[in-house]
């Protein structure tokens, strides 16, 4: 099992910033892609970024440019720098990891961190 603990929510004004940290600990050994996905209220979870054990990123088109994902493996864990930050960007976010051990592929997640960005 993996688990995934976040950090670095919060209330935030609009244009401002804030930083996520998801820790994986557990049975961390072949964790693969590791990225934040995000629901707001009343809509289904979305995508934001995701990174690949190799560094290479992924993000959702709503926060290119403004949102940077990046990942520490020999801590095992996942940031996610988020400037320019938007009423909109407003939802509870979750950390996710994948696991693949001999064709065998698991999906983990964190327990979620509110963010709320004021107009």
């Known amino acids: 099992q993996v688990q995934l603990v976040e950090s670095g929510g919060g209330l935030v004004q609009a244009g401002g910033s804030l930083r996520l940290s998801c820790a994986a600990s557990g049975s961390t050994f072949g964790i693969k892609d590791m990225g934040w996905y995000r629901q707001a209220p009343g809509k289904q979870r979305e995508l934001v970024a995701v990174?690949?054990?190799?560094?290479?990123?992924n993000y959702d088109d709503s926060v290119k440019g403004r949102f940077t994902i990046s990942r520490d493996n020999a801590k095992n864990t996942v940031y996610l720098q988020m400037n320019s930050l938007k009423p909109e960007d407003t939802a509870v976010y979750y950390c996710?990891?994948?696991?693949?051990?001999?064709?065998?592929?698991?999906?983990?997640w964190g327990q979620g961190t509110q963010v709320t960005v004021s107009s």
């Open positions: 996710n990891a994948q696991r693949s051990i001999l064709s065998h592929e698991s999906d983990y």
């Open positions: 990174v690949t054990s190799g560094g290479s990123t």
